[in-house]
């Protein structure tokens, strides 16, 4: 059993930053792929960026390539997502979620565990 908290969402002008952190529970965190999605008032969860188990290989949606970055800590239990030159249409509930290898696929289905979420604002 899994357990995933997120933290670090908050209010952010346009061309700022923020850190977003996932701390999870369970000896068996470092076995799996994480990743950060979001969703944005009236509209299906989106892919933002994957990790694998090991934290050498990453993927990232088009729309946040170059600004975001993923990493882990398999030590700390935590999986962290630096967003860069924030964008009003970053504006969203961003989720941890742990799966079964670093997939392809953008699809939120399969997904063992999910975090609670955090709010991130970004004003124009």
């Known amino acids: 059993q899994v357990q995933l908290v997120e933290s670090g969402g908050g209010l952010v002008q346009a061309g700022g930053s923020l850190r977003l952190s996932c701390a999870a529970s369970g000896r068996t965190f470092r076995y799996y792929a994480m990743a950060w999605f979001r969703q944005a008032p009236g509209k299906e969860r989106e892919f933002v960026a994957i990790?694998?188990?090991?934290?050498?290989?990453?993927r990232y949606a088009d729309s946040v390539k170059g600004r975001f970055t993923i990493s882990r800590d398999n030590v700390k239990n935590t999986v962290n997502l630096q967003m860069n030159s924030l964008k009003p249409e970053d504006t969203a509930v961003y989720y941890c979620?742990?799966?079964?290898?670093?997939?392809?696929?953008?699809?939120?289905?399969?997904?063992?565990?999910w975090g609670q979420g955090t709010q991130v604002t970004v004003s124009s």
């Open positions: 990790i694998n188990s090991n934290g050498g290989s990453a």
């Open positions: 979620g742990a799966t079964d290898g670093l997939r392809n696929d953008n699809s939120d289905y399969g997904y063992h565990y």
